[in-house]
């Protein structure tokens, strides 16, 4: 099984330009989360999703925009970049509530 | 709202001690409480998941503990090793996805 797998790794944008992060998972999991991490500020949740069809909005979901129209994908779009959404991106899986998340390795994004 | 605290920030200690990381959290109305290893530059790597109604996990020299009642967790480790130097982070979930994470223990074994 691969897991979590998010592409790009890394990726520069210039400000206003747009962008989609990639997420999928292959372990058909139900849940499955977007968050950013920042230095001194932890991870913090985007957007969220738990099932197909069904988002709904985190802590910080300002200027990202999200679908899940199958199980394994749900991709994350950066509608205008701009600098303060320079960041390290997670994307998360969990089968329910109670099995705890399984996270992917990150896209690092800088907008310039 | 849900915070999560997690002290000390940094712990630096010498090969073979044991060492207690602790993890505060200020609703005690949570799902399961999760503990992660995060190496630099890399992804978030599960250690142990606390369900509500458990008062610990163990998975090899790592233990976790949970009291909600107290509103704490912590991650025991025993017999430290370099390859244990990480940051540790613990993320508390209320049951409906909206998880709230520490800003995490960067810890330091020193060999």
């Given at each position: 099984n691969a897991g979590v797998t998010q592409t790009p790794k890394f990726q520069v944008l210039k400000t206003g330009q747009s962008m989609t992060l990639q997420c999928a998972q292959d372990m058909n999991h139900e849940y499955m989360s977007w968050y950013r991490q920042d230095p001194g500020m932890g991870l913090r949740l985007i957007h969220y999703s738990v099932g197909a069809g069904i988002t709904d909005q985190g802590e910080v979901p300002n200027g990202y925009n999200v679908s899940r129209s199958t199980t394994e994908d749900f991709p994350l779009r950066l509608l205008s970049a701009a600098p303060s959404q320079t960041s390290v991106y997670f994307c998360a899986s969990s089968h329910e509530a109670n099995y705890g998340y399984t996270f992917g390795s990150g896209t690092r994004l800088t907008v310039v | 709202k849900q915070e999560v605290t997690q002290i000390p920030a940094a712990l630096s200690v010498p090969e073979g001690e044991n060492l207690v990381l602790n993890c505060s959290f200020?609703?005690?109305?949570?799902?399961n409480l999760q503990w992660f290893r995060q190496d630099p530059g890399k992804g978030l790597t599960s250690l142990l998941l606390i369900q509500s109604s458990q008062r610990e996990q163990t998975s090899g020299r790592l233990n976790a503990s949970l009291d909600k009642s107290s509103g704490r967790s912590t991650l025991y480790i025993a017999?430290?090793?370099?390859?244990?130097s990480a940051t540790y982070l613990c993320a508390v979930d209320p049951g409906y996805q909206k998880v709230t994470f520490g800003t995490g223990t960067k810890l330091q074994v020193i060999p």
């Open positions: - | 200020t609703d005690s109305a949570i799902y017999a430290s090793q370099p390859g244990d």
